[in-house]
């Protein structure tokens, strides 16, 4: 079992809609990132979470830390949304990032 | 600023063949990485260096080695090329290896062992 687990592996979505994908993970962590990966194969940092929430623009991220989860919220999605958003999380006895498979998504226009 | 820039974008490459991979940034981080993407897998770290100096094995070291040339620059050498290392590289350097510290990203090498 990996300690990252994205859900879903693949999201469809129509334009305006708001969309949630969630990452569990299965160790203690002191930080939990959302990043980015374009289509043409660019990764971005979007956002570093330890607790609570976080917002910028039209993207919300949000961790519970007893759960040991988080979600990434697009809302108004829009098709330049379409990429592959991926969770990653440092545990608390390592220091190197430990990333889950990703989650495809596609916007309609 | 360029951010992190690796050459070359592409290979292609036969077993046994070996190359380096080149990885620059000249954002002044103190720390940099070498990851590997594979379909239906996450990133997984090969090597890293938390300054300049120093380098240790990450998830995946087999089959690799690296070179911390200076701050600015870290490459990854493949000795004898095998299929199994045909996937897509990444760079990234981030300012400490403190998960509070974002991680900036190259924009890969597309690297196909036949």
């Known amino acids: 079992k990996n300690e990252v687990e994205q859900s879903p592996q693949n999201l469809t979505a129509q334009e305006g809609e708001f969309i949630t994908i969630n990452c569990s993970y299965s160790v203690g962590i002191s930080a939990l990132h959302w990043l980015q990966q374009h289509p043409g194969g660019g990764i971005v940092s979007l956002f570093m979470l330890s607790s609570g929430k976080k917002k910028h623009g039209r993207l919300i991220a949000t961790i519970n830390i007893q759960e040991k989860h988080s979600s990434l919220h697009i809302t108004a999605s829009h098709p330049r949304d379409s990429a592959v958003y991926i969770c990653a999380v440092l545990e608390t006895s390592g220091s190197r990032l430990t990333f889950g498979e990703g989650t495809q998504l596609t916007v309609n226009p | 600023n360029a951010g992190v820039t690796q050459t070359p974008k592409f290979q292609v490459l036969k077993t046994g063949q070996s190359m380096t991979l080149q990885c620059a940034q000249d954002?002044?981080?103190?720390?940099m990485y070498w990851y590997r993407q594979d379909p239906g897998m996450g990133l997984r770290l090969i090597y890293y260096?938390?300054?300049?100096?120093?380098?240790d094995k990450g998830e995946v070291p087999n089959g690799y080695n690296v070179s911390r040339l200076n701050k600015r620059e870290f490459s990854l050498r493949l000795e004898s090329a095998a299929p199994s290392q045909t996937s897509v590289y990444f760079c990234a350097s981030s300012v400490g290896t403190n998960s509070y510290n974002e991680q900036f990203f190259g924009p890969g090498t597309r690297l196909t062992v036949l």
């Open positions: 954002m002044n981080h103190n720390s």
């Open positions: 260096s938390a300054s300049e100096g120093t380098t």
